[in-house]
């Protein structure tokens, strides 16, 4: 397998049928499956520290990012509106009530949990969102014992008995 083209550091990345997607150092590449080659991902889109994980559609991830100036989204990018590197499968999916940065999230059944990082002034976060994915709604849920940020989530266990850890 090739290198990845430059360094980097607290990359993120969703499998998804089709291939591999990075995200990291403001760009987003992508790994055909069954090919030793990245290549350029779905656009210029604008990679802030955040999360991305992949939807109940087996097409789709979401891209959950913000920065200091400016509010946190969710994207969705739909590998079916034209391929896998096709910048205009990326729509709008919702934004966060909380402007965050260094979140983690993970998908559990038809909603996706956003949890901690940091806000505009830097201080890390205990709150955790909630979009849900058939509404496009998003509610507060139960905020975290600690603040955390910069850490990993991932979901366990299958629809009818699942866990987030």
């Given at each position: 397998?090739?290198?990845?083209?430059?360094?980097?550091?607290?990359?993120?990345?969703?499998?998804?049928?089709?291939?591999?997607?990075?995200?990291?150092?403001?760009?987003?590449?992508?790994?055909?499956?069954g090919s030793p080659h990245w290549q350029n991902g779905p656009g210029n889109v604008p990679i802030?520290?955040?999360?991305?994980?992949?939807?109940?559609?087996k097409d789709q991830l979401m891209w959950i990012g913000g920065s200091a100036g400016s509010p946190t989204r969710a994207r969705i990018f739909d590998v079916s509106e034209g391929g896998p590197t096709?910048?205009?499968?990326?729509?709008?999916?919702?934004?966060?009530?909380?402007?965050?940065?260094?979140?983690?999230?993970a998908l559990i059944l038809d909603k996706v949990l956003v949890v901690g990082g940091n806000d505009r002034s830097n201080k890390m976060l205990r709150s955790t969102e909630i979009i849900d994915l058939n509404t496009k709604t998003v509610t507060y849920g139960e905020d975290l014992k600690e603040p955390r940020s910069?850490?990993?989530?991932?979901?366990?266990?299958?629809a009818d008995n699942q866990m987030v850890w």
């Open positions: 397998m090739e290198d990845l083209p430059r360094k980097s550091f607290g990359d993120i990345t969703v499998t998804l049928p089709v291939g591999v997607y990075l995200f990291g150092n403001n760009r987003i590449l992508f790994l055909p499956t802030y520290p955040g999360c991305a994980v992949k939807t109940n559609d096709f910048i205009h499968g990326w729509f709008n999916f919702a934004q966060l009530k909380t402007a965050r940065s260094g979140h983690s999230c910069f850490f990993g989530m991932v979901t366990l266990g299958h």
